[in-house]
């Protein structure tokens, strides 16, 4: 460097002074108390790391316990007043109708478990557990003594790896079934196709992807038991408040056991919200579109029993996600209505009212919030809703009994309009001439405006 040049000054290291700057004991100070952490942390903390050469955990991290959130847990056991409800269900006679002439198989929840654990055993597909789901769950845990339910959910883990296996649950299932029956009855002619049609209402087998099969047992007044054996089942629940699962091994082995240890599971995934959602009847879910279905069908049900939307900001996006995987699901209205008719059937029974209700509620919500179809469609849709409680209304005013069972000469034709029957001046009647008992109605008919005759719809 030559004499007469000057030397070049050097830029200030502004980056160690921020270093120095952020490692003030004044600075920690009122960071820590702008975060809500007390002096005394801030004290304990310096004075461990000044003791000691080796930094301890205490002087590397510092954790606010009162800003800390617990991950949530799926799991709890049962307390021992929940336990007693537990039991009071178990203890419960259920009626599984016959139809025709056989008799209806009267028997204990209980008596029917272990007889279907049984049979289970016998033909080599032995349950890895037997859990209790649905309504009885959510009434268990409930905290409302008067909590209601219909729906009795059953279900077996188990193996289902190949074809044969569904079949011997379906022999299980038969098998036990058979053994329920009156002594008085001739079992050695009763095949399981007899049974199939008599005391099951519909079968369900699943072996694309998950493996799972189901059987739900036939009842008049819409007291549902369904038997479900599961193998693989991605989506184990609708929504929050029919997400509990209660394993009753203990219980089933003893019924009057002192103290057994019950464990309850959320499929949900957070047992304090889902909880917190039963006890203030609040509507919740996640990812509606994985439902099959959209659990558009049970929404409408919590809606009329009193149940709100835990976030209410969301209903029109909720209620759309619903609608689309519905009508995916059920294109047409075939498949709309005898899936309708069956869930009527197997959730309110002979409820006129209740059906009513629900039927004006499912076409407000098929008429907010459906986006997926043409407005063509939609009409069909909607009409077909608006007749079925239509002839639920003249029904109850005429005062007659029947049984929403599609008839099997009427169907829906492929571009939606409906069939119907032979023209008449009046609903044909189930009464009898000379006996005050009558047969329920196999069909329902319905009188569309300015019209005089009745049409057949079901």
Known sequence: MAAGDKK??????????????????????????????????????????????????????TFDVRSAKLPA??????????????????SEQVEIHGRGNFPTLDIQLHQLIVCVREKLF????????????????????????????????????MSLETDDDFDRVRAAVFNALVDLMPESINKDKICAETLKD?????????????????????????????????????????????????TLDELLDDIDSGEPMLRVESMYGDMGEALRHLNERLIDTRHPEEIRGGGLLKY????????????????????????????????????????????LDNHFGNEIESKYNYLHKLRRVISDSTVCLMSHERRQTLDMVYGLACQLQMTSLAGYRYAMVPS????????????????????????????????PRQALYYLPTNADYWIQVV
């Open 122 to 157: 016998q033909v080599g597909c032995a349950p890895g557990h037997v859990k209790m789901n649905g309504g009885a769950a959510s009434y268990v845990l409930a905290t409302e003594d008067s909590f209601p339910y219909s729906d009795l959910d059953l279900i077996f883990p």
């Open 408 to 439: 099997p000469d009427c169907c829906c034709s492929p571009d939606g309009s409906i069939c119907g029957g032979q023209p008449s001046t009046s609903p044909p009647s189930s009464h009898g001439s000379s006996s005050t008992t009558h047969t």
């Open 73 to 90: 847990s799926a799991t709890a056991f049962l307390t021992s007043s929940q336990i007693e409800r537990l039991r009071s269900v178990l």
């Open 8 to 61: 070049p000054k050097r830029r200030p290291q502004r980056r160690n002074r921020r270093r120095q700057k952020k490692g003030n004991p004044a600075t920690m100070k009122s960071t820590s108390s702008h975060y809500g952490a007390s002096s005394s942390a801030s004290s304990v903390s310096s004075t461990t790391s000044s003791s000691s050469s080796t930094p301890t955990v205490s002087s590397v991290i």
């Open 198 to 246: 008599i005391y099951i209402r519909k079968m369900v087998k699943v072996s694309d992807g998950d493996r799972w099969s189901l059987f739900s047992l036939h009842n008049d007044f819409g007291r549902c038991i369904e038997l479900k054996f599961v193998d693989t089942m991605r989506r184990q629940f609708e929504f929050s408040v029919d997400s509990f699962q209660i």
């Open 300 to 343: 409408c049900h919590l809606l009329i029993r009193g149940y709100r939307l835990a976030h209410p900001g969301r209903w029109r996006k909720l209620q759309a996600y619903m609608c689309s995987r519905f009508f995916i699901d059920f294109p047409d209205l075939a498949s709309q209505q005898m899936k309708l008719i069956a869930y």
